[in-house]
């Protein structure tokens, strides 16, 4: 989609136009309004505690100064695609990798590559969350002790969860996945009733297929971030090496073309 990362001044800050502002402040007043009622309350402050706004892009910086005061993790700006191993690295440190650029109007609904909005608007706001912090700090660690041989399980781990989990609160099933909340489509989709809702299990998880080119035919569904974070507890390298074992679950979508 030609899109290209933008690069910090001497000061760390990133220079977004009045028109990248502009798309900003659509796209989270948009889902700011779509999430009510359908998000975790743990996102909710997140947003709230991060001082996230429609106003203009957030700078980067002032993310992580945030969250390190909050939770003590942070973000780093990085291009968008950056290899497994230093994915990992910042995971495990606290950081979560950043990408720097945002989508054009034309891409308001999709785009394929993670821009800043998804950064910032999705993964960020669970962030504040010290328990979460905790099972991503964990999830890193646990993900470059394995190596390379256990990286595509591991994603799926992180896919099923950060990007597109689901939560038991109250109020009912309620979304905390970054893929989730920051794309109009797939909340549309997460709360319509037609997706199929599973109680979070790891070796499931590990032996379900995805792809990421279509809604999620099915969510995972957690009963609280501790809950992930105790999931890692166990021997997860054993673990994948019996989801390996046993193969793949039926996948639940059509082969990509």
């Given at each position: 989609m030609s899109y290209e990362s933008k690069l910090p001044d001497a000061q760390g800050r990133y220079a977004y136009s009045a028109e990248e502002d502009a798309v900003w402040g659509e796209l989270f007043a948009r889902q700011m309004d779509a999430l009510q009622g359908h998000v975790a309350p743990?996102?909710?402050?997140?947003?709230?505690?991060?001082?996230?706004?429609?106003?203009?892009?957030?700078?980067?910086?002032?993310?992580?100064?945030?969250?390190?005061?909050?939770?003590?993790?942070?973000?780093?700006?990085?291009?968008?695609?950056?290899?497994?191993?230093?994915?990992?690295a910042l995971l495990a440190q606290r950081k979560f990798p950043v990408a720097t650029f945002l989508r054009r109007r034309e891409h308001m609904d999709y785009i394929e590559e993670p821009d800043i909005f998804h950064e910032v608007f999705g993964h960020c706001p669970p962030l504040t969350d010290p328990a979460y912090c905790d099972f991503v700090e964990r999830f890193g660690k646990t993900a470059l002790a394995l190596g390379k041989g256990y990286s595509w399980r591991m994603f799926r781990l992180f896919w099923f969860t950060v990007e597109f989990g689901m939560m038991r609160s109250e109020g009912g099933l309620r979304a905390f996945g970054a893929g989730i909340v920051s794309s109009p489509s797939e909340l549309a989709h997460a709360v319509s009733g037609r997706a199929e809702m599973l109680d979070f299990d790891l070796m499931e998880v590990f032996r379900t297929p995805y792809?990421?080119?279509?809604?999620?035919?099915?969510?995972?569904?957690?009963?609280?971030?501790?809950?992930?974070?105790?999931?890692?507890?166990?021997?997860?390298?054993?673990?994948?090496?019996?989801?390996?074992r046993l193969g793949d679950l039926p996948a639940r979508f059509d082969a990509a073309a």
């Open positions: 743990e996102y909710l402050a997140g947003v709230r505690a991060l001082g996230l706004t429609a106003d203009k892009v957030p700078q980067i910086a002032d993310v992580d100064a945030a969250l390190a005061r909050i939770s003590g993790a942070g973000v780093e700006g990085v291009p968008a695609i950056i290899p497994p191993s230093q994915f990992f792809r990421i080119d279509i809604v999620q035919p099915c969510y995972f569904v957690i009963e609280s971030f501790d809950q992930l974070v105790a999931a890692l507890d166990a021997d997860v390298g054993a673990m994948i090496d019996e989801a390996k």
